[in-house]
């Protein structure tokens, strides 16, 4: 199957800074890629869409300035959380699809921790 | 809109015992249904997808899920399970009308299996 690694894995900062987490399509070219969030037991939440070359469409309630995301090339998207604060610490997962292709490919998520 | 229902946060279950992990939807438009399994720490992985004929649909590692439109439900089952398959399993769908470009998980249910 089609595999979408993160990175970093694993990153813990101070509160006020800035972190970027690259989401790469290893073996095929997304057209688009997404980014989850995810809370202890709880679901996935849908935070943007990002479409290879164009502006990423964010879900209501997420504020795009300070979930940054650019979509360079059809196979990285990067999300920035920028002046991250505590309630940011969360797990970040991002998707890619194929155009056409019903199905998601999820990368392993990335654990981020603001102190 | 759409929301998905998974009852049971948790399921325990002895190994070699079979096994139904319960998810109902709702939508206002004709749906595709899906099943991710995540272990620890990690992404989510495809199960198995229904999109459109045999409302009985197969997937990976021995698991299976039978679409009901009268009842909106899409239950998941294995006949025999394996201390390998604790994990957490998330239902999602996505409206036919959003080209596969959206998924709405359930909140998922955590697999234990013990011998």
């Known amino acids: 199957g089609a595999v979408v690694s993160q990175h970093p894995s694993r990153v813990i900062c101070k509160s006020g800074t800035s972190v970027k987490i690259e989401c790469r399509s290893l073996d095929f070219q997304a057209t688009t890629m997404f980014w989850y969030r995810q809370f202890p037991k709880k679901s996935l939440m849908l935070m943007a869409t990002?479409?290879?070359?164009?502006?990423?469409?964010?879900e209501q309630g997420v504020e795009k300035d300070k979930f940054l995301i650019n979509h360079a090339s059809l196979t990285l998207s990067t999300l920035t959380v920028t002046s991250a604060h505590p309630e940011d610490s969360s797990f970040y997962i991002c998707s890619a699809r194929v155009l056409a292709e019903p199905e998601q490919f999820f990368g392993p998520g990335t654990r981020l921790t603001v102190l | 809109a759409q929301s998905v229902t998974q009852l049971d946060s948790q399921v325990p279950v002895f190994e070699e015992a079979p096994v139904e992990l319960r998810c109902n939807y709702s939508s206002s438009v004709s749906v595709y249904l899906f099943w991710y399994v995540q272990y620890p720490n990690q992404g989510l992985q495809l199960l198995l997808k229904y999109l459109s004929g045999s409302t009985l649909v197969k997937g990976i590692n021995g698991f299976e899920a039978e679409f009901n439109k009268s009842q909106t439900s899409f239950h998941l089952r294995k006949p025999s399970v394996h201390i390998s398959d604790t994990a957490e399993y998330f239902c999602?769908?996505?409206?036919?009308?959003?080209?596969?470009?959206?998924?709405?998980f359930g909140t998922g249910t955590r697999l234990l299996v013990s011998p």
């Open positions: 999602a769908v996505s409206p036919m009308n959003t080209g596969f470009q959206k998924l709405v």
């Open positions: 990002s479409n290879e070359g164009s502006k990423a469409t964010y």
